[in-house]
């Protein structure tokens, strides 16, 4: 798993200000993406406990609500191990911060993995330009195809709880 930067004081990827993880490497290769320099796999270096610092750097503040995933796909099979051990230190050492995450796949498509159980909210589906209303932005999401959606309520329930439309 290759990290591309970590950013900081984050106000758009997710709910309060969030630390923001850029992983690399996804194959959607979406119409107009606006992180294509992030699907090669190669790109960024390799995660690496510097990394880790940053983001317990960000996560010791009182004001950082949690983690963002995105990219690139976290969910994609080159991230999907790595992205799974860094979910469940942060988890183990902040229970009471929130991960979030980006990804083109369904969730329906990735219920059974070891990355989704530390996922507090999932932004699931490709990007689709012409589902972007473009004059009125969409809350947390680009295309109106993608959903917001409650990851703990919706494994206990076995359907897709949807947090926010």
């Known amino acids: 798993m290759n990290i591309i930067k970590i950013e900081k004081n984050n106000l758009v990827n997710g709910d309060g200000m969030r630390c923001v993880v850029w992983c690399s490497g ?3 290769n ?3 993406c606006h992180n294509a320099e992030t699907h ?3 790109f960024g270096t390799p995660f690496n406990e510097d990394h880790y610092k940053q983001i317990k750097e ?3 503040k009182r004001e950082i609500s949690g983690v963002t995933l995105t990219g690139g796909d976290p969910f994609n099979p080159h991230n999907r191990d790595g992205m799974a051990e860094l979910c469940k230190r942060i988890k183990a050492e902040y229970p009471n ?3 979030w995450c980006y990804t083109g ?7 059974d993995t070891e990355l989704i159980k530390y996922i507090n909210v999932l932004i699931d589906g490709k990007y689709i330009d012409a589902l972007n209303p473009k004059v009125k932005p969409l809350l947390w999401r680009g295309s109106s195809n993608q959903r917001i959606i409650d990851v703990p309520k919706s494994l206990l329930t ?3 709880e949807i947090l926010y439309n």
Not at 105 to 111: C, G, H, S, T, V
């Open 26 to 28: 996804c194959f959607w």
């Open 30 to 32: 979406c119409d107009k």
């Open 40 to 42: 090669d796999p190669n």
């Open 58 to 60: 960000q996560l010791d």
């Open 97 to 99: 911060k929130t991960i």
């Open 105 to 111: 796949y369904m969730f329906e498509d990735i219920a």
């Open 158 to 160: 076995k359907k897709v």
